[in-house]
């Protein structure tokens, strides 16, 4: 009997196969294993299928005996968001192929400056493999995770997390393996129940409308290119460019600087300073510095306007009466403050003098060794506090108010009301406190106050 040994060419599987076996020779497990030692076979030697060979032999045919152990590569590298809708960290990068499917695309993240926004893991060695000569076969190094840092992100010192670097809306490309933190956020449609309220601490841009009850809150600029509707929209430190308005007496919208607006209707617009292209209709605006019609035939039609400095449209009121109140020459939200001040100061004397009686009573009693009860020596106790406190904040109310008044007296009177072509009849005018009202129609006028009273002059713009 002869035996031959044959191995794979890449050594992981071994094979042998008898032939010229004469009759009756018996095929042995040990008569085997001397070609396979010679061979220096050592590895996985599968026993149990020579055995069974043994018992049935066949000439000629080859029969796996020895099979090698395959390395294990090591895994890719991988980058794991901690910032996403579900609780858990979620793997979308992972070496060079990216799985997107768990990034919530649809939904808006919102990081915070300095927060981890990802965690970057390192590929692993792999584990080595055994051929069957008893050799070790490397495995591969897993790959290195790639990812492509854009604005706005940063590795930590030690490379093993990304962090934002400015407050924004996370954007990944996972075409581009890309992350960035973007401080500009565009709407494609319009602000309703498909995007939910906007609350983004950059700029927004709407390139639909704001539907009814909804918000768009911007810590910059906020460009609305279609209507605000009976909606909210607030810039706290920048900007509101909206092409129109129809509030039907609900909406709002408020910039800490400029509100440029096409029309509005029925809505509330507080701002530094308000140009409009059209109309204002049946509007509340009340602004720290000035109301300007910048458009051709640009007019203010009933409702309340309220301008530190400046009032100034084509045409103010209308001939059909609808009341239109306007106001220049005191801050609206100084005058606010004064109103509630005031209405603060006469609370708190009322209360002071009820708790005085109180404290009051409670000295007599204890004068006339009268034994009060604990619970009433609580209330007194507490009644005593109260009157400390009160009369603190009272204090500082009056200090406040004092310096508000003194403000206002002081503000010069160049405070005016413009009406490049007509100011109708029935416009109720006031500026420092003076009114004005006017029973004709008054061509091209300017109206401010002399120091003595309010005096209509003629606008030669």
Known sequence: MEVSITVSQDKMEAYLKISNLLPGEQVTLDRLMEPIREAKIVHNIDYDALRAFCKDPVQD???????????????????????????????????????????????????????????????????????????????????????????????????????????????????????EVSEYLEIEGDVDYTTGNIDFPGVVLVKGDVKPGFIVRAKGDIEINGVVEAATVISLEGNVKISGAKGKDKGLIKAKKEVYVKYAESITIEAENLFFEHNLLNCTVRVTQSIIGKGRNSSIIGGEYIAASRIEADEIGS????????????????????????????????????????VKQYKELKEKGVNIPFDKEEQFSKATKTLINLREQLEKNITRLHELEDKISRVTFDSIIIARKVLYAGVEVFIHNNRYYSEINLQKVVLRYNGEKIVAGGYSG
């Open 319 to 358: 001939d059909m009466g609808v009341r239109t109140y306007l106001e220049v020459g005191v801050n609206p939200y100084m005058r606010e403050e004064i109103k509630l001040l005031k209405a603060q100061i006469e609370i708190d004397k009322t209360s002071i003098q009820k708790l005085l009686a109180i």
């Open 61 to 179: 045919v080859t029969v796996l005996f020895a099979h090698g152990d395959l390395p294990k590569d090591g895994e890719d590298g991988r980058v794991v968001f901690e910032v996403t809708a579900s609780k858990s960290p979620t793997t979308t990068f992972a070496g060079n192929k990216v799985d997107f499917r768990e990034f919530p695309v649809q939904k808006r993240i919102i990081v915070k400056k300095g927060q981890k926004i990802a965690t970057i893991y390192p590929p692993t060695e792999g584990i080595p493999g055994k051929n069957v000569y008893g050799e070790q076969v490397p495995a591969k190094k897993g790959n290195e995770a790639k990812v492509s840092l854009g604005k706005n992100v940063t590795l930590s010192e030690d490379g093993t997390y990304i962090i934002s670097t400015s407050e924004g809306i996370l954007k990944v490309d996972p075409e581009k393996n890309y992350i």
